[in-house]
């Protein structure tokens, strides 16, 4: 018997069981949409060599959440589907769970190749795209917001009926809208999303209640969160109360 057992037994995720405690977290390789079927192969290799839970790269959710020129995963609507099954298959031919990660990129996305107006909390400078030219989100109206969460709501549909097991909201890496409402340094609207904590939190609420209401029965639920972004006062910290400061980090005192 020793220490490290544990790590080869069955765990039970929501209303999955992965096989063991290897678990290879979402992150992206450049196969993304493009190349569906190397990246099922890449994935599976993953499964084959033992990893008892395998995810995808971040996946956009809609058209608005466009990253080009970088290549990610996208489950837009039901042509993207039959890409991610060649991915499931391949994970599940070796006894794994296969997890996706929804996002909507918010002011990460500049919508270089759908040429939609990016949206965000607030209006601010695009961060993702080229940069060759200057792009700015506009402030989410109700009418937005509630967009967002139906292409989330159906795009885990879609997930599950690729055959995901697990299904991300992803609120993590200042990459996604429900990150962005939660700082500060994005976040200065007044109405029931903005302020306080409770306020920025709402947004990345509702996305988990809409997803476990959708899929709850039959995936696993999974939350990718900053605790804190390590950028002192400027940022996320663990009390959730960054103070939204915007200037440089190396300034901050
Ligand atoms: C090239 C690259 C792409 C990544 N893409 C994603 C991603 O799409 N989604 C995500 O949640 N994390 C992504 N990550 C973060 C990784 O999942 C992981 O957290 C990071 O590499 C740190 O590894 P560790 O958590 O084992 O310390 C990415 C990391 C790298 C290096």
Redesign the pocket.
Known sequence: MSDYDILFEPVRIGPKVAPNRFYQ?????GLGYLRPRSHAAMRGTKAEGGWGVVCT??VEIHPSSDIAPCI?GRIWDEHDVAGHRLMTAAVHAYGALAGI?L?HAGLDAANESTHLTPIGPSSRGVLGGTGFEPVQTRAMTRRDLADVRRWHRKAALRARDAGFDIVYC?A??G?TLPMQFLSRRYNDRTDEYGGSLVNRVRFLRELIEDTLDAVGDDCAVAV?LAVDELLGPAGITHDGEGSGDRRPVGRVA
């Open positions: 977290v979402p992150h992206c390789n790269e971040e990610e990660e996002t992803y993590a890496h990459l990718r």
